[in-house]
């Protein structure tokens, strides 16, 4: 039955290829991938499922305890002639565009690849970080989970390769993915990571980014917002800049970053700056923010919005109890998950984590929110993992405490 299966699959990634190159070769050993006799086109078929569960400890927010697939992706990949090609569709996001992940095509160039289309853009380790690799359920606010809220993916032109022990990556884009309306606005992003030390059993990283986005005729809000509750929970708006007044905001990171046997460490420090200067009513702010303004509000216009500075930052570590290790992934300047040895109990491997995360708009009293996030996960082989995630939140402007206990159920391909 498995073999008729894949046999199945095989024809129809066959059925993609172009006719001349309809005579080839399929393997299916650790995937599956179908290649041209002449070795000019190929395929490979991958995918990912994260079925999530959420139980809150509610406080002054009330969130709705649920199950949710957080992706359910299915991947395309590989190669005409010298070209690289990646469509990635992910179905738990509701409709056909607004589930365009990774869609682009890709040039070798300078020691690296030329890529034109929709994917990420060059900035936080966190983001760059598969979320088949992520140690914790969600990534930190560093990341489109907080700072770059909304953000995640993006339509442009980019470059990024490896230079000796040196990561690179850079990117123009519009301020859209292919879920969201088009618009004027652009942006710009740039990172940089260093890898003095990456051996078999220890590795050190130190990196940085910049990102810069400028809001114009139909662009979307530019926000800050921090889920401190985790996924589902209540969130916390930081800063906005809103996309209808053409404001703009620039961001910059830092990364340190390391691994030494089971032992894994991991922090970043980032500021966004969010341009502001307009108004809103009373009723407005409460709403936006969950507590009226801090401030005194005019009675004719309203509550004034000026220039946002937003500082978050979170440490996060982890120990493999059954002794992997983590290796690290030049091409991403991230870490993966360390190797499944099946050494530990079930046949699989353990990893104990704990993460702070903090976000802080510096320009208005107690707006600030943290997570304190305490998990294990088990890799029942390479492909399969479940985790478990303890999330205490701890909301300063609303005084709002309530915690999550995150399960999930992951299977990659």
């Not at 995640?152 to 990556?169: A, M, N, P, R, S």
């Not at 969950?290 to 009675?299: L, N, T």
């Not at 305490?374 to 985790?387: T, W």
């Not at 478990?388 to 999930?408: C, S, W, Y």
Request: proline letters at 3%.
């Amino acid at each position: 039955m498995k073999r008729a299966q894949k046999t199945l699959l095989a024809l129809s990634i066959v059925g993609m290829l172009p006719t001349a190159a309809m005579a080839g070769n399929a393997e299916t050993k650790g995937g599956l991938k179908i290649t041209s006799d002449d070795g000019n086109f190929s395929g490979s078929l991958g995918g990912r499922i994260h079925f999530d569960t959420y139980l809150f400890d509610t406080d002054i927010e009330d969130p709705t305890s649920t199950t949710d697939f957080r992706r359910a992706r299915i991947t395309l990949k590989g190669n005409i002639y010298d070209w690289r090609y990646v469509l990635e569709q992910d179905f738990a996001a509701g409709d056909t565009h607004a589930g365009f992940r990774d869609v682009f095509l890709a040039h070798e160039f300078l020691n690296g690849e030329v890529r034109i289309g929709q994917f990420k853009p060059f900035r936080s380790m966190s983001e760059m970080t598969s979320s088949n690799e992520i140690t914790f359920l969600e990534r930190p606010f560093s990341s489109s989970t907080g700072l770059f809220d909304g953000h995640q993916f993006q339509q442009g032109i980019g470059w990024t390769g490896v230079l000796d022990c040196f990561t690179l990556g850079m990117m123009a884009f519009n301020l859209r993915d292919a879920g969201t309306p088009r618009n004027e606005g652009v942006g710009a992003s740039g990172r940089l990571a260093w890898h003095p030390i990456n051996t078999d059993y220890k590795t050190l990283h130190i990196g940085t980014s910049v990102s810069y986005e400028n809001a114009n005729q139909d662009s979307t809000d530019i926000l800050a917002e921090a889920d401190y509750a985790g996924r589902r929970g209540p969130s916390q708006l930081m800063a906005l800049t809103p996309g209808d007044l053409g404001g703009d905001v620039s961001t910059v990171g830092l990364e340190l970053a390391g691994s030494y046997g089971p032992l894994y460490l991991q922090a970043e420090y980032a500021i966004g700056d969010f341009e502001g200067n307009y108004y809103l009513s009373e009723f407005d702010y409460e709403d936006w923010f969950g507590a009226p303004a801090p401030f005194p509000c005019d009675p004719d216009f309203g509550c004034f919005i000026g220039n946002q500075t937003v500082h978050t930052w979170y440490v996060q570590g982890s120990w493999m109890l059954t002794g992997e290790h983590k290796t690290y992934n030049v091409k991403r300047g991230a870490f993966n998950s360390a190797k499944h040895t099946g050494n530990g109990l079930w046949g699989g491997s353990w990893e104990l984590t704990a993460r702070y995360d903090t976000m802080e708009n510096r320009d208005y009293d107690f707006l600030e929110a943290s997570s304190t996030t305490i998990g294990l996960n088990y890799y029942a082989n390479s492909n399969i993992r479940f985790m478990v995630n303890f999330i205490f939140g701890d909301d300063d402007f609303t005084g709002d405490e309530t915690n999550q206990l995150g399960l999930r159920a992951q299977v990659r391909w």
